[in-house]
């Protein structure tokens, strides 16, 4: 199990190469880095396999989460579960049968609560994230056929 925080501070010493152009002008005293559009690609490759989840309408600990998920997704192989803050966690599958059994299966309820379940996406950030959703099953009883 890694934290959000333990995956960024081993990164730190890790170095990209730049686009030509490298740095961008100060803009309010945030420095701009260019990546190169081959580069970018090849980071976005590397999160094929990864899903990001929340449980709805509550914040969940990390460990009591991820003690849930290894009782109800029954997967192949070991995952990796991070922490990416505000109820968000990133879960990253070894192989691409593993993401697919979990991102079609479900609705998947934890203590009476959906956990929504959908695909990483590059300009995925927890702060703007909207809210998310769930495809539910919903049963009516003593509904008339004519509803039908």
């Not at 998310?132 to 056929?145: I, N, Q, R």
């Amino acid at each position: 199990m890694v934290t959000y925080e333990e995956l960024v501070e081993a990164n730190l010493a890790v170095e990209l190469p730049m686009a030509e152009d490298g740095v961008d002008t100060m803009k309010a005293k945030v420095p701009k880095v260019k990546i190169a559009k081959a580069i970018w690609q090849h980071l976005c490759v590397l999160w094929k396999n990864v899903v990001i989840i929340k449980l709805l309408e509550k914040s969940i600990n990390f460990h009591i989460l991820h003690a849930q998920l290894l009782k109800e997704w029954k997967t192949e192989q070991e995952y990796e579960v991070i922490d990416v803050g505000i109820g968000y966690f990133i879960v990253r599958f070894a192989t691409q049968e593993d993401y697919s059994r979990v991102l079609m299966g479900g609705p998947y309820k934890f203590f009476d609560l959906y956990l929504t379940v959908q695909s990483w996406e590059p300009s995925f950030h927890p702060a703007r994230a909207k809210a998310p959703k769930t495809a539910v099953w919903v049963k009516l009883h003593g509904v008339s056929l004519m509803c039908f």
